[in-house]
């Protein structure tokens, strides 16, 4: 039998002078430019791919990928631009993720989560994004779905940061704050009142926990004798702590006992 020839795997078009490989990523579509944007961490991987051109930060800041809070402008008539958080939330469908303004404060009081989303902070550190949780509501943020929040400083007078009813709640770089001195009971930087634990499979074969709480990098500061409160079936598990020279940071679950 005679051998066959070898032939390149890849068609002769790759190597000529017209090359694929020759071709800038600048010369694809809006559309498609959108469409590998929107495989990227929103931070810090598309946060930064909008600060190379004109172009990549209109669509990579465009309201297809997320929305955006900034209460600066008093009317935004610029579809995916929001003066409150409550507001953009409301807007938000499963699966956005909502990128809030660096800078000032942001109230948040008692908003309601009840679909899969991710709340984002838009400055360099967790610092420089601040949600303030007034005197007499029960928490921040309360949580009825599987979220993620990051780069957030959340800081609660009396009640709790976050509230986690149900679902899988990420947590990570953020910094919880509570006041210094308040009643034990009243003050506590995540409380999960979630009973219906178990496990979901995916279409990849892993099993995931329907209701659990990661948290991970994060800074918890003030508040009571306990940062954590648990009120269902879920237990705290798994804590890790980093002595940095100004801050602690923990990593912990919240999941079954």
Known sequence: MK???KRPIFPSVFFGSDSIFNSSINNLDDGCLMHIFSFLNPIPDRYNSALVCHRWCFL????RLWLRVEPSLKCSLEHGIFTTIESAVSAARPGDTILIKAGGSHLACDIQIKKPICLIGGGEHPDDTILICSRGTESALEFLSTCKVSNLTVKAKLGCCFLHRKGRLTIEGCLLQCDEH????LSCAIVSTATNFGYVRSDTAKCHRLD??????TRIEGGGAKAVKTTGSLALQQVRAIYAR???YFWFEVGEG
Not at 60 to 63: E, N, Q, R, V
């Open 3 to 5: 051998e066959r020839s």
């Open 212 to 217: 659990c709480v990661t948290v991970s990098e």
């Open 182 to 185: 308040p009643l034990d009971y």
């Open 246 to 248: 100004s801050a602690v």
């Open 60 to 63: 990579a800041c465009h309201p």
